[in-house]
């Protein structure tokens, strides 16, 4: 596994109404170490998703550049695994023929695929539903399909938009504890976007705040939540003043930057 690095990452969009030029994202600099689990939260329109995007490889940026190591990153690549909010599922395939998708494709050996299979089956808590039609499952369900799809292609780095942002509450926590889970077993590097203040502080070590117009980090934050959510619950944690401390700090950061856009508006 390699660094994940953002030298002056820009992109700036045409208004195809107006013609005018926007500014989504603006001299983006961070260094991602390898096995660190990143966070990133901010107002709606602040870039979240753009950043993830050019990073995933779906779109290249207007300015500076992303890379994996000493790679520079100009499309898709087998390294950078992508969960979706909705987990962009074939619901109606069987649940393990969408788990071993990639390695198909690849023409791996259908015996190991297997192996592979039934592993992160495991893994992620759905022993015995590899055979289970996909859209039988609940949503939770399904984005632990979703999960075990990304992770059996064995990438550097993964990369989650909104992943738990439509789940009810319960199983949102469940899989906030399973995604500490992984990250700590397999080591890998996890960035994820979240619209929850809560849901960054306990699944970011490092936590960007992004501001809008144009998109750049605003803030970012050092946090011993995730490594303690990997042994204390989750509900605990929140009730931490620490994390009371933080959490509000930050709503009130976007809170203003709300308001101000509402102002400019």
């Known amino acids: 596994m390699a660094d994940l690095v953002c030298d002056n990452l820009s ?3 045409t208004n195809p109404q107006t013609g005018g030029k926007v500014e989504a994202l603006k001299d983006i600099n961070f260094n991602l170490k390898k096995g660190e689990l990143l966070s990133v939260l901010g107002p709606s329109g602040c870039g979240k998703t ?3 995007n050019a990073i995933a490889g779906f779109v290249p940026p207007t300015g500076g550049h992303a890379k994996l190591g ?3 990153i100009e499309g898709p690549g087998v390294e950078r695994g992508m969960v979706f909010q ?3 599922l074939f619901e109606w395939l069987p649940v ?3 788990v071993d998708y990639g390695l198909r494709m690849r023409g791996n050996d259908k015996d190991e695929n297997a192996r592979l299979v039934d592993k992160w089956l495991d893994i ?3 022993q015995g539903f590899g055979d289970t039609p996909t859209y039988q499952l609940s949503g939770g369900m399904q984005q632990r399909v979703a999960l075990a799809r990304c ?3 064995e990438p550097d780095v993964i990369l989650m938009d909104e992943p738990l942002g439509a789940l009810d509450a319960l199983t949102r926590e469940k899989m906030q504890s399973l995604v500490l889970e992984i990250w700590k077993e397999t ?9 929850s203040v809560e849901e960054a502080l306990l699944l970011g070590e490092r936590l960007f705040v992004m501001a809008p117009r144009p998109g750049r980090v605003h803030k970012e934050y050092r946090l011993p939540f995730a490594e303690r959510g990997l042994k204390e619950s989750l509900r605990d944690i929140k009730k931490d003043p620490q994390f009371s401390e933080v959490r509000e700090e930050i709503l009130t950061m976007i809170w203003d930057m709300e308001e101000e856009i509402m102002g400019r508006a």
């Open 50 to 52: 753009t950043l993830l």
């Open 124 to 126: 992620v808590g759905l």
């Open 70 to 72: 000493d790679t520079l």
């Open 96 to 98: 393990s023929r969408n």
């Open 86 to 88: 909705q987990g962009a």
């Open 187 to 195: 080591g890998k590097t996890i960035m994820i976007i979240t619209h």
């Open 151 to 153: 992770l059996i292609n």
């Open 11 to 13: 992109m700036t969009f």
